[in-house]
């Protein structure tokens, strides 16, 4: 218990502890914003390069496909370099990715500088659950919910502000410029990590790619344990159908002769997440490791996406709410486990292998989603994936164990 409160380098100061959870609520809102300003301008991108929609799924998957090759090997990084670093590293490449695909407007530069983008937000995800371990090992449910808070505000910022700006001030094909817009406040939160966040005072220890292959998961009473891979089987699948809608929306309303939908539709996917993530700040304890949320939230996304396509274009933003809603709630439940059930020395290696199934298994959603779009030339056929995911979601859900007591009294 002394260890523990020793970690917790914010408890004795509480203008510390407030500045540091500022600080990780800004660098999730900029995580966000950068990769989340490209599905509103996907028409426009199509258009202007010449995209097939099955380039067109690759290019809106293809963070997921980098952040999900590269998690793992960054959470070996982090246990011998520490969290701090790694979060500088990734804003740096955050912001060189999103400024450099306005400087060279072609296919490949995108592709290659978006992959780069991606590279950056895993390097700083992948680290801030091992930071808030260390830096709040006794607040890691508030900690997580307000990081997870400033991720949904950058998704909503990136989806509901990128299309007045550019139209508004940018001009009215400036997609390039848009893209340099959102890199500045990278630049800025950057500056203010490396001036304010705390320093790594916790010991790192290396961990072996064979133990983190052998884990069998910290908590025991259901049909499958909690460990890393089923951790990112759900966290995959949650992400499949929250970033195949956000890639597929446009072109869909498009395709449909409703593109006046668009925006409003975008719009409540990603502003229905703020209002749920801030419950789940105030209900974690009551909500983590359960199977209900699991269940009753991929069943409702299940119902969303069909009702997307079965129903008038009229009522998307109806299923928006209840889509952005749901995953983001499964999201918050998963993305706080590792530091709840791993020990100190495994938070990073859990984390990484978590967001690598998780990204890998969800990069298949929008590509996928592309190429039966080509081959059948049915629009729905964008939503499918979608559609599977959120079925995999409930029977995960219905496989979890019940809530580990050790988790429930950390938060």
């Not at 990112?232 to 409703?258: D, E, K, P, R």
């Not at 969800?362 to 592309?370: A, N, R, V």
Request: a positive charge.
């Amino acid at each position: 218990m002394e260890k523990k409160l020793k970690q917790d380098l914010t408890k004795s100061q509480p203008w510390r502890q407030a500045l540091t959870l500022g600080l990780l609520v800004l660098i999730g809102i900029n995580l966000r914003t950068a990769l989340l300003a490209v599905p509103p301008l996907i028409p426009l991108l199509s258009h202007d390069l010449h995209l097939s929609y099955t380039e067109t799924g690759l290019l809106t998957s293809l963070p997921t496909l980098v952040m999900g090759a590269v998690s793992l090997p960054i959470g070996f990084l982090i246990g011998k370099w520490g969290g701090r670093i790694m979060v500088s590293i990734g804003l740096l490449l955050v912001a060189l990715g999103a400024c450099s695909r306005a400087l060279w407007p072609a296919i490949l530069p995108i592709y290659i500088f978006t992959a780069l983008l991606s590279l950056g937000s895993a390097c700083s995800q992948t680290a801030i659950p091992l930071l808030i371990r260390q830096w709040f090992s006794t607040r890691i449910g508030l900690a997580t919910a307000l990081y997870s808070d400033g991720l949904v505000i950058g998704e909503i910022l990136g989806a509901m502000l990128t299309l007045p700006l550019m139209l508004n001030w940018l001009g009215q094909d400036a997609w390039a410029s848009s893209f340099v817009f959102w890199s500045i406040p990278v630049v800025i939160i950057l500056l203010l990590w490396q001036w304010l966040a705390p320093a790594n005072d916790v010991e790192q220890k290396a961990v072996s790619f064979k133990s983190v292959l052998s884990v069998s998961g910290r908590s025991g009473r259901g049909l499958v344990s909690v460990n890393p891979w089923t951790l990112g089987l759900l966290v995959g699948g949650v992400q499949l159908i929250y970033f195949g809608m956000n890639a597929w929306i446009a072109s869909y309303n498009q395709s449909i002769h409703a593109p006046g939908q668009t925006w409003l539709a975008l719009s409540v996917l990603n502003a229905a997440q703020l209002p749920v993530s801030l419950l789940a700040t105030l209900f974690a304890r009551k909500l983590v490791g359960r199977k209900l949320p699991f269940i009753v939230c991929g069943t409702l996304c299940l119902l969303a996406v069909a009702g997307w396509i079965l129903t008038p274009a009229f009522l998307e933003p109806m299923w928006a709410a209840l889509i952005g809603g749901t995953t983001i709630l499964i999201y918050i439940l998963a993305i706080a486990l590792p530091a709840l059930l791993a020990r100190q020395e495994e938070v990073a290696a859990w984390t990484g292998t978590m967001l690598t199934v998780g990204y890998l298994f969800s990069f298949l959603g929008p590509f996928i989603g592309g190429w039966l779009w080509d081959l059948t030339h049915v629009p729905a056929m964008a939503f499918l994936s979608s559609i599977l995911a959120a079925g995999i979601v409930v029977m995960l859900g219905s496989l979890l164990p019940i809530r580990p007591s050790a988790a429930a009294e950390q938060l």
